[in-house]
């Protein structure tokens, strides 16, 4: 008979959609046992850290309120910070809430180890947070905005007020390997698969992003990012050798190991 596994109920930052179009945003999940970590390192995995997020989620998430079938497609329609959030949960669960780091300064090049608590360290953002509830006028995770110069068609029309919706682990996995070749190129794609309209256009593809003027476009991009949501894994460091402060980012592969290099 398997043991039965500890597990831990939290709230979502966003939330997931039921059939019935209600919101659930208590997840319950459990801790990883050795099967799950053969299955997130299995190499038709592992080159993709989106997709190794994908397959641990649809093990360990056991239920997202009333919904308890877990699936790939689930996971994947998730948004990113739901995403994350359950990640940060199952480390916890199975390895513990403290994180040592082997960092290097930037500055002095000195080594030091780092000790991070996801309990106490690592702040979550919520979308109530960023969005009142009284200001609300449309799905979670869905934002409007205004381009600061907008689009120019080919009929001479200038496209600027639309919808964006948050990245979800879709876009994750379609923009993971893409980011390591061209990350200009990612941001692209990231915008386009992240604008759900812009005017009157019929379809908002990587051509329109290519076109816009990078003010538009770093506009988009701190639309995106001055509503992020979910855990925050950037910390700031201070060297104990020269005082120096920089900034390192909790990746992937270091939720599962004990004690790391960054």
Same mark, same amino acid.
Request: some cysteine; proline content about 5%.
């Given at each position: 008979m398997a043991r039965k596994l500890n597990t831990e109920i939290f709230e979502l930052p966003i939330g997931v959609l039921d059939r019935d179009g209600n919101l659930q945003t208590l997840c319950e999940v459990s801790e990883m046992i050795g099967a799950d970590e053969e299955a997130i390192t299995d190499k038709k995995v592992a080159t993709n850290p989106?997709?190794?997020?994908? *397959?641990?989620?649809?093990?360990?998430?056991? !239920?997202?309120?009333?919904?308890?079938?877990?699936?790939?497609?689930?996971?994947?329609?998730?948004? *990113?910070?739901?995403?994350d959030a359950c990640l940060m949960a199952i480390r916890k669960l199975s390895l513990g809430n403290e994180m040592k780091f082997n960092t290097q300064c930037r500055s002095c090049n000195e080594k030091a180890e780092?000790?991070?608590?996801?309990?106490?360290?690592?702040?979550?953002?919520?979308?109530?947070?960023?969005?009142?509830?009284e200001e609300q006028d449309g799905d979670v995770g869905y934002l409007n905005f205004e381009l600061p110069n907008g689009f120019e068609d080919n009929d001479g029309e200038v496209h600027k007020v639309g919808v964006i919706k948050l990245?979800?682990?879709?876009?994750?996995? !379609?923009?993971?390997?893409?980011?390591?070749?061209?990350?200009?190129?990612?941001?692209?794609?990231?915008?386009?698969?992240?604008?759900?309209?812009?005017?009157?256009?019929?379809?908002?593809?990587? +051509?329109?992003? !290519?076109?816009? *003027? /990078? /003010?538009? /476009?770093?506009?988009? *991009?701190?639309?995106?990012?001055?509503?992020k949501c979910?855990?925050?894994?950037? +910390?700031?460091?201070?060297c104990p050798f020269c005082g120096n402060n920089y900034k390192i980012s909790l990746e992937l592969p270091y939720f599962f190991t004990a004690n790391s290099d960054l």
């Open positions: 989106a997709v190794v997020i994908t *397959t641990l989620l649809s093990r360990k998430i056991v !239920r997202i309120g009333d919904i308890e079938k877990i699936t790939p497609a689930l996971v994947k329609n998730m948004f *990113t910070a739901d995403r780092v000790v991070i608590d996801l309990e106490s360290d690592i702040p979550t953002t919520y979308w109530k947070d960023v969005v009142p509830e990245p979800t682990g879709d876009v994750e996995e !379609r923009l993971a390997v893409m980011l390591r070749q061209n990350p200009g190129k990612a941001n692209t794609a990231l915008m386009s698969a992240c604008i759900q309209s812009l005017g009157e256009l019929k379809v908002v593809d990587t +051509r329109v992003l !290519r076109e816009m *003027t /990078r /003010r538009d /476009r770093e506009y988009l *991009t701190s639309v995106m990012g001055d509503n979910g855990p925050d894994f950037v +910390r700031e460091i201070e």
